[in-house]
């Protein structure tokens, strides 16, 4: 029995060190939301107002654009995935490969060739185990993204987009990201950024009725503007996108090293009661043994008397 409670000992004092890491991992997981948050209010109202900026051009312009012309028949979309170069976050990361399988599968329905772009090292792997083919990649990032970041995953976006699809280039460019609810919500989504859709960036007020957008004189003209604003909106669209998908990344740390933690201290709990019980076996053993011994030894000398 002494053996048993040596085991039961070296577990709780394994255990009780993983939850010390865990709960270290779910405190600093905590403190970058904050900051995660943050960053995701202020990139937001940019990006929905330079959106709303690129549809009111759009909108007050007869100039066709990549921007927002859509092809007669495309043949080619590029597909930007989003997840995390680190695991420990539950489903974080395989949620949003679902969610590309998903569009991939239905863009292929449609008789579209998906172009992958991945972002992280988990998205990174997924498709590297299965031998599928990735346009560009990128890591090293995920948790804390910079403008310069989003930048560097545009650029051979935009290239793409706007080159000829008989030299590789595409029609359309989707991304799928981890949106942002709450802490205890962050949901899988996935959105066409190029070619702009004029319905579905229509923005509407809070009494709900559609929002009349002011007409524009444009110099040199609509098209340069657009050519302009281009970059800056896939640019600044990609940016939101990954400072949702890190919050998201850091919300869903949290969460899934709260529930390490607390599995820890059952197991913890359990094995003190069982090693309790071993220890109350042992001494009962002892006990016994002892009370049998006397017994033995009071029967002899009674015996020899």
Same mark, same amino acid.
């Given at each position: 029995?002494?053996?048993?409670?040596?085991?039961?000992?070296?577990?709780?004092?394994?255990?009780?060190?993983?939850?010390?890491?865990?709960?270290?991992?779910?405190?600093?997981?905590?403190?970058?939301?904050?900051?995660?948050?943050?960053?995701?209010?202020?990139?937001?109202?940019?990006?929905?107002?330079?959106?709303?900026?690129?549809?009111?051009?759009?909108?007050?312009?007869?100039?066709?654009?990549?921007?927002?012309?859509?092809?007669?028949?495309?043949?080619?979309?590029?597909?930007?995935?989003?997840?995390?170069?680190?695991?420990?976050?539950?489903? +974080?990361?395989?949620?949003?490969?679902? /969610? *590309?399988?998903?569009?991939?599968? !239905?863009?292929? $329905?449609?008789?579209?060739?998906v172009v992958p772009y991945i972002v992280g090292r988990k998205g990174v792997a997924y498709y590297s185990f299965r031998e599928r083919k990735v346009a560009e990649s990128w890591t090293g990032f995920t948790d804390s993204p910079t403008y310069a970041d989003a930048k560097k995953v545009?650029?051979?976006?935009?290239?793409?987009?706007?080159?000829?699809?008989?030299e590789g280039g595409v029609d359309e460019l989707h991304i799928v990201f981890t949106e942002f609810v709450s802490m205890m919500t962050q949901q899988p989504v996935d959105n066409r950024l190029l070619p702009l859709s004029l319905d579905a960036t229509e923005q509407k007020p809070e009494?709900?009725?559609?929002?009349?957008?002011?007409?524009?004189?444009?110099?040199?003209?609509?098209?340069?503007?657009?050519?302009?604003?281009?970059?800056?909106?896939?640019?600044?669209?990609? +940016?939101?996108?990954?400072?949702?998908? /890190? *919050?998201?990344?850091?919300?869903? !740390?949290?969460? $899934?090293?709260?529930?390490?933690?607390?599995?820890?201290?059952?197991?913890?709990?359990?094995?003190?009661?069982?090693?309790?019980?071993?220890?109350?076996?042992?001494?009962?053993?002892?006990?016994?043994?002892?009370?049998?011994?006397?017994?033995?030894?009071?029967?002899?000398?009674?015996?020899?008397?």
């Amino acid at each position: 029995m002494g053996a048993q409670i040596r085991v039961y000992k070296r577990r709780i004092k394994s255990v009780t060190a993983t939850k010390k890491i865990t709960k270290a991992m779910e405190m600093i997981a905590a403190s970058r939301i904050v900051k995660a948050q943050r960053q995701v209010a202020a990139s937001t109202p940019y990006s929905r107002e330079l959106t709303r900026a690129v549809t009111a051009v759009a909108t007050g312009s007869n100039d066709k654009h990549p921007l927002t012309t859509e092809a007669d028949r495309p043949v080619r979309a590029a597909v930007l995935l989003i997840t995390s170069d680190r695991g420990l976050a539950g489903g +974080y990361s395989s949620n949003a490969i679902k /969610a *590309a399988e998903a569009l991939t599968q !239905r863009l292929t $329905a449609e008789g579209k060739e998906v172009v992958p772009y991945i972002v992280g090292r988990k998205g990174v792997a997924y498709y590297s185990f299965r031998e599928r083919k990735v346009a560009e990649s990128w890591t090293g990032f995920t948790d804390s993204p910079t403008y310069a970041d989003a930048k560097k995953v545009a650029a051979p976006l935009i290239e793409s987009f706007v080159a000829d699809t008989a030299e590789g280039g595409v029609d359309e460019l989707h991304i799928v990201f981890t949106e942002f609810v709450s802490m205890m919500t962050q949901q899988p989504v996935d959105n066409r950024l190029l070619p702009l859709s004029l319905d579905a960036t229509e923005q509407k007020p809070e009494g709900g009725k559609d929002e009349i957008l002011p007409l524009f004189e444009f110099e040199p003209s609509a098209e340069d503007v657009l050519d302009a604003l281009l970059p800056r909106y896939v640019e600044s669209r990609i +940016y939101n996108a990954l400072l949702q998908s /890190a *919050a998201s990344e850091h919300a869903a !740390r949290r969460r $899934a090293m709260k529930s390490a933690t607390d599995n820890a201290e059952e197991l913890i709990k359990s094995l003190t009661r069982l090693a309790n019980a071993a220890r109350q076996a042992d001494i009962t053993q002892e006990i016994s043994e002892i009370v049998g011994g006397a017994s033995a030894l009071a029967d002899a000398t009674a015996g020899s008397d």
